[in-house]
């Protein structure tokens, strides 16, 4: 198998994937800036939860079926060739949505790091000293970068897992099909 065309139909796949993780996050963004009491917080916790594990669902399915597409669509892929394309995939759409998600932390948000800085010293202040809360004022700077390497990391571990998990039969390995 070329790995131009695995690396051509994973980047594909990768942006369907990456897309809809970045429209669940400005979703979620946008519904979290919603006021409006205790009973408006509470439906946006729910919904933010069931949005969630319904990115992750539809997620998954269309990891499994553009692995299946891959398969069908080109001769003699094995095993290895089907997780290569995963791997790939997954990577592509880590790439994608950390690089959003810093884009987004960095010029559309660029306070959020802040607010949650402020937020843990005002918490913790009796718990802490005042070298350790200073130290707070140090780790703001770094963490969006810190935040696009964790993503990247989590997000293309998840998809290889996922990758090793569907490739092991696909395409089947069942002689009598």
């Given amino acids: 198998m070329d790995r131009k065309i695995v690396w051509n139909d994973a980047l594909r796949s990768g942006l369907v994937l990456g897309g809809i ?13 919603l006021n409006g009491g205790a009973a408006v917080g509470v439906l946006v916790n729910v ?12 997620c998954i399915r269309l ?12 001769e003699g892929v094995t095993n290895a060739d089907s ?5 790939a995939t997954a990577l592509l759409s880590a790439l994608l949505y950390s690089a959003f998600y810093l884009a987004w932390v960095s010029f559309v948000q660029p306070d959020i790091f802040n607010d949650a800085i402020d937020l843990a010293r005002e918490t913790y202040s009796n718990m802490l000293t005042a070298d350790q809360l ?8 770094k963490m ?3 935040s696009f390497f964790a993503n990247l990391i989590y997000c293309t571990l998840f998809g290889t897992v996922l990758s090793a998990i569907f490739s092991r039969n696909i395409p089947s390995r069942n002689p009598f099909e």
């Fill in 63 to 74: 990891f499994k079926l553009f692995m299946l597409r891959f398969a069908s669509a080109h």
């Fill in 144 to 146: 969006p970068g810190m």
């Fill in 83 to 87: 997780f290569r394309f995963g791997f």
């Fill in 21 to 33: 993780s970045i429209a669940y996050m400005v979703v979620n963004m946008l519904l979290g800036k």
């Fill in 134 to 141: 200073d130290s707070f004022d140090e780790l703001a700077p």
């Fill in 47 to 58: 919904g933010g939860v069931l949005l969630w594990l319904f990115k992750f669902y539809i």
